[in-house]
């Protein structure tokens, strides 16, 4: 089956820095998708990517879809207290009909 | 935008007896929700396709008669955890699609379910 696998699991920043994380697939996708998760509530959509080579941005965040189709990547940059939590890549194959695949998670920590 | 409401936030229960967890679209219509587990520390594990009118789609691993579910209607979808054991104690979540934004939309998440059996 397709697997996701996602780096790094945590990081340790101080606030302001910038931070990137990433994740490769085994596979091909159509559509690549990042979360955040804090603790005890559900993900909540971030970017959702569509277009391989596509470069998307959402206020201080940016994540592009590689143009193998295999990976994808999330920026975040002048990292403030609030951004900690876990993120999630996720995605939805050609074989894999509606059905996410999601990434192990990296958790971030923001040091102020 | 879309949301997807889910209830309770939180259940304890005793071990033997059964547990059911609402999912609903608040302003758009579902076919289909999807309901994941996620264990402490792990990222989130399909379960479960629920289809509305029709059987659910268990993934392999998931006894589809210890997870039991319902989409009676085009907002709702339930899960009701039969027979409940304390290693049945997980986070929850369903999600779906709004169908207005195209197919291959992306899921909407509701705020889980943290279930502890006792």
């Known amino acids: 089956g397709q697997q996701l696998n996602q780096s790094p699991q945590s990081m340790f920043i101080q606030e302001g820095e910038d931070v990137s994380m990433n994740c490769t697939s085994s596979?091909?996708?159509?559509?690549w998708l990042w979360y955040k998760q804090d603790p005890g509530e559900g993900p909540v959509l971030l970017i959702a990517?569509?277009?391989?080579?596509e470069l998307t941005s959402n206020g201080r965040l940016t994540a592009q879809f590689g143009i193998t189709r295999k990976d994808s990547f999330l920026n975040i940059s002048a990292s403030i207290p609030s951004d900690v939590g876990i993120y999630f890549c996720a995605g939805q194959g050609e074989t894999s009909g509606s059905r996410l695949t999601f990434g192990e998670g990296t958790q971030l920590t923001v040091n102020p | 935008g879309a949301v997807v409401s889910q209830h309770p936030s939180w259940v304890i229960c005793k071990s033997g007896t059964s547990v059911k967890i609402e999912c609903r679209s608040l302003?758009?219509?579902?076919?289909?929700m999807f309901w994941y587990r996620q264990f402490p520390k792990q990222s989130l594990m399909l379960m479960a396709t629920?289809?509305?009118?029709?059987?659910?789609?268990?993934e392999q691993g998931v006894e589809k008669d210890k997870f039991l579910i319902n989409h009676a209607s085009l907002t709702l979808s339930t899960l009701t955890v039969t027979s409940a054991h304390p290693e049945d104690s997980s986070f929850y979540i369903c999600?779906?699609?709004?169908?207005?934004?195209?197919?291959?939309?992306?899921?909407?998440f509701g705020n889980g379910t943290r279930l502890t059996v006792t």
């Open positions: 302003d758009f219509q579902a076919t289909t």
């Open positions: 999600s779906a699609r709004d169908p207005r934004t195209g197919m291959n939309s992306p899921l909407h």
């Open positions: 596979s091909i996708f159509n559509t």
């Open positions: 990517l569509y277009k391989a080579g």
């Open positions: 629920s289809n509305e009118g029709s059987k659910a789609t268990y």
